[in-house]
């Protein structure tokens, strides 16, 4: 019996990248999650309360921050640990049409949930930063901002390259300006860490 249960749940989550990617966030509803799946709408109220409760779901599965093990880094190899994991951010946002476009819904959001993801990407996001500081040429100030503009940088570009070819002469479209990009923060990498 869990067993169905979660497999109604995975198909339930599954549907809402779905639908996001064919008709987009504004037509999402809990009928068409339901049908896209192939279930009752009743199982969503029973196993995630609301349209909010799976859509929190959903983004709480697939977000680069809430997801990422925080593991203490191969202290002989820092700068290629960091440029392995941002290279994995730029890959995961760009990967994931329908979470960049919960992510540019969720900018204008304040709904209970929104504000609980953001809580827990910041915690996570701090605990990253005290286990990088230590590895750092910068002060801790100077790191989070480096760092708060890499993150930002990439999560912002990601949402925007769906509906903007350009971006500072970059083709953030293609491949090959996202590898721009990646060698950029390669670049920063190289300045920051010892």
Known sequence: MERDRDMTEEKLIKAVGE????????????????EQAGVNKTLI??????????????MKKHDFWLNTPLKQPDVSDIKG?????????????????????LKRWEL???????????????????QFMEMMSGFSKVDKEQLQAITALMDAGIAY?????ENCQMYNG?????????KQIAKGIDSLIDIITK
């Open 45 to 58: 109220y029973r196993y995630f309360k609301s349209l909010d409760g799976i859509i929190y779901a959903y």
């Open 157 to 161: 570009l990601a949402m925007l390259e």
């Open 81 to 101: 640990y960091l440029k392995t994991f941002y290279r994995r951010e730029i890959a995961e946002y760009r990967d994931n049409i329908a979470l960049k476009r």
């Open 170 to 178: 970059i083709d953030i479209q293609s491949d090959d300006g996202w």
């Open 19 to 34: 639908l996001i990617v064919k008709e987009g966030f504004e037509s999402l509803g809990v009928r068409k999650v339901a």
């Open 108 to 126: 204008s959001s304040d709904k209970d949930f929104v504000v609980e993801i953001r809580a827990q990407r910041e915690k996570n996001g701090v």
